[in-house]
């Protein structure tokens, strides 16, 4: 925040086209598009969004940039509406597809900055849903340092058949199921015809909501951004909000720096830990705090996974899903209990102009009498976060493990290696996934995938087989937020850069170990050095292209995964 004049400054980029004579050429665009000579005064707000048809996640976003954009309007601000790439985790195929899932984020935050810095905006709203869009959104956010909101589209109603409620993981397990003959034709088709009903982003605490829920949390959404459902009526009611909220944030020269603080990110984590969030998080948080210019490591988010206990029982390890949050106070109710225990850091600023425990003293009180989804802290349903950072011989720099305390904290076993997610579809099919193995996917990583695939289908379909409890998984892929069971992702370093998952042979022992935190390859050192001795880099997989230019730039997952840092 500075003490500048405010009232002059409020256009203080879009006036370099406006108010300046020696762009006569940007002045006639403008006149061009529809403004007015009114409206040459005012402050200009882009309006960002990943609205395109094609998915549910965003097939409704670009209606809701309308309802923004009225809001803008209405407190004498100019909104311009722009859009950018988005890429659905849900339609992406494990060996093709989702190599664009990851990069995708970082395409979305460097289309949000360029378009906001080249036509000099004075704010921007980004109006996103799915998984990479938010924290693409954020990154754009941060490195821009501009007022800035973030409108979530809002989390998916459940679909239903037979009685039972389903979403998008419902579909992947009916695989397992007819993998294993546990399921007729026609029920599975029932399953995949009924999981999806409409508008919003995956129903569980996956990683859409575990990202929406925590940047509100952080201070960059309006409270209950991340609690209205994609076709609640609150939904359009927060996008029309926005408009005044842009207006104070601009009169009081609120910007991201402000607000993304290293308090802010503890917040959000905090977060991400009591609700049981993906894993994710965890490389898009690193990647946060690098765009807001913050240190934040992997032993951070540990201790705040220490301190923080497992509070709700959601979806995908719990019952309840997002659209049941809402009635129970939603997310300012989760926020309001943990500061009244000290575990919120209040002094915080926010996209309202008030700090967070402003902004708490109106929201609803948690009724631990009514509602079974968010647990007190004298009963948890685990007394720490459930993501834990995990070291040792196998991922010397750190690998992130989901332990909900359900799967067990210790796992023993012998590998199997796949060189792709795609093969354990057909061992599995095959019934060659056996009790006791340790499967481990390599060459899946941000430069040897490329891009960090998220093994949701082999974990599903794994789960769909019965064999969610007799298996573990690590890879240097990820997960996505929808996976349960015993996994370790983000293995570091990845197999392509020649971490030791690329030494690992079939039938060696590996032990996960939740409580130690360590991932151990029971191969003596001189047999490891002896198989690096031959290890051969593979060919990357791409060379030129998006991809190409992906592997030359992307960080470990250790790192977040950025592409913007020498
Ligand atoms: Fe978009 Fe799940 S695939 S939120």
């Known amino acids: 925040m500075t003490s500048d004049s405010p009232?002059?400054?409020?256009?203080?980029?879009?006036?370099?086209?406006?108010?300046?004579?020696?762009?006569?050429?940007?002045?006639?665009?403008?006149?061009?598009?529809?403004?007015?000579?009114?409206?040459?005064?005012?402050?200009?707000?882009g309006i960002a969004s990943?609205?395109?048809?094609?998915?549910?996640?965003?097939?409704?976003l670009?209606?809701?940039?309308?309802?923004?954009?009225?809001?803008?309007?209405?407190?004498?601000?100019?909104?311009?509406?722009?859009?950018?790439?988005?890429?659905?985790?849900?339609m992406t195929n494990g060996n093709d597809g989702m190599r664009y899932s990851l990069p995708s984020r970082d395409l979305i935050a460097d289309s949000i900055e360029s378009v906001v810095a080249a036509?000099?905006?004075?704010?921007?709203?980004?109006?996103?849903?799915?998984?990479?869009?938010?924290?693409?959104?954020?990154?754009?956010?941060?490195r821009l340092d501009r007022p800035g909101i973030m409108v979530y589209g809002g989390t998916i109603r459940s679909g239903h058949y037979k009685g039972q409620k389903l979403d998008i993981v419902s579909a992947f397990e009916a695989l397992g199921k007819k993998y294993a003959g546990n399921i007729s034709d026609e029920d599975y088709e029932g399953v995949i015809k009924n999981s999806i009903p409409g508008a919003g982003a995956c129903g569980g605490m996956y990683t859409a909501n575990t990202m929406a829920?925590?940047?509100?949390?952080?201070?960059?959404?309006?409270?209950?951004?991340?609690?209205?459902?994609?076709?609640?009526?609150?939904?359009?009611?927060?996008?029309?909000?926005?408009?005044?909220a842009m207006r104070r944030l601009l009169e009081l020269n609120i910007t991201p720096a402000d607000i993304i603080t290293k308090q802010s990110l503890e917040n959000a984590l905090t977060i991400v830990m009591a609700l049981g969030g993906s894993t994710n998080a965890v490389l898009h948080y690193l990647a946060i705090a690098r765009a807001a210019g913050l240190t934040l490591s992997l032993d951070e988010i540990q201790a705040i996974s220490d301190r923080t206990p497992l509070l709700a029982d959601l979806k995908p390890s719990g019952k309840y899903y997002m659209e049941d949050m809402l009635a129970i106070g939603g997310v300012p109710a989760v926020m309001k209990y943990l500061y009244q225990q000290g575990m919120i850091?209040?002094?915080?600023?926010?996209?309202?102009?008030?700090?967070?425990?402003?902004?708490?003293?109106?929201a609803p009180d948690l009724d631990f009498e009514a509602q079974k989804i968010v647990f007190p802290l004298s009963q948890p349903i685990k007394k720490t976060g459930h993501i834990q950072i995990l070291r040792g011989n196998l991922a010397p720099t750190g690998s992130v493990a989901k332990i909900t305390g359900k799967e067990g904290e210790r796992f023993e076993g012998t590998a199997k290696v796949f060189e792709q997610e795609g093969d354990i579809i057909v061992a599995l099919s095959k019934g060659e996934i056996l009790p006791g193995q340790v499967l481990v996917i390599r060459n899946a990583g941000p430069k040897g995938g490329p891009g960090m695939s998220e093994m949701l289908k082999p974990t599903?379909?794994?789960?769909?087989?019965?064999?969610?409890?007799?298996?573990?998984?690590?890879?240097?892929?990820?997960?996505?937020?929808?996976?349960?069971?015993?996994?370790?992702?983000?293995?570091?370093?990845?197999?392509?850069?020649?971490?030791?998952?690329?030494?690992?042979?079939?039938?060696?022992?590996?032990?996960?170990?939740?409580?130690?935190?360590?991932?151990?390859?029971?191969?003596?050192?001189?047999e490891l050095a002896e198989r690096r001795s031959h290890w051969v880099q593979p060919q990357p997989r791409f060379t030129k292209g998006t991809l190409g230019k992906y592997i030359r730039n992307v960080k470990s997952a250790s790192e977040g995964c950025v592409t913007d840092e020498a």
């Not at 309006?222 to 927060?238: M, V």
């Not at 209040?346 to 003293?361: I, S, Y």
């Not at 890879?475 to 392509?496: I, K, L, M, Q, W």
Request: proline content about 3%.
């Open 7 to 45: 009232q002059t400054e409020l256009n203080r980029f879009s006036r370099i086209l406006t108010q300046q004579m020696d762009n006569p050429a940007a002045k006639a665009m403008l006149y061009g598009v529809g403004l007015t000579s009114e409206d040459m005064q005012k402050p200009q707000i």
């Open 50 to 60: 990943t609205g395109y048809e094609g998915n549910t996640c965003n097939m409704h």
């Open 62 to 90: 670009n209606g809701l940039s309308v309802y923004v954009k009225q809001g803008i309007q209405a407190n004498g601000l100019v909104g311009l509406i722009f859009n950018t790439i988005g890429v659905s985790d849900g």
């Open 119 to 142: 036509q000099w905006y004075d704010g921007v709203v980004t109006v996103v849903g799915c998984d990479k869009n938010m924290p693409g959104a954020v990154m754009a956010m941060a």
């Open 213 to 244: 829920s925590s940047i509100e949390a952080m201070g960059l959404s309006l409270p209950f951004s991340s609690s209205y459902p994609a076709t609640h009526e609150g939904k359009q009611e927060e996008c029309k909000k926005i408009g005044a």
């Open 345 to 362: 850091h209040g002094e915080c600023m926010t996209v309202t102009g008030k700090t967070v425990a402003e902004n708490l003293a109106e």
């Open 460 to 526: 599903s379909a794994i789960m769909g087989a019965g064999l969610g409890d007799k298996v573990a998984l690590i890879t240097d892929g990820r997960f996505s937020g929808g996976t349960h069971g015993f996994v370790v992702g983000h293995v570091t370093p990845e197999a392509f850069e020649g971490g030791p998952i690329a030494l690992v042979k079939d039938g060696d022992l590996i032990t996960l170990d939740a409580v130690g935190r360590e991932l151990t390859l029971h191969v003596s050192d001189e």
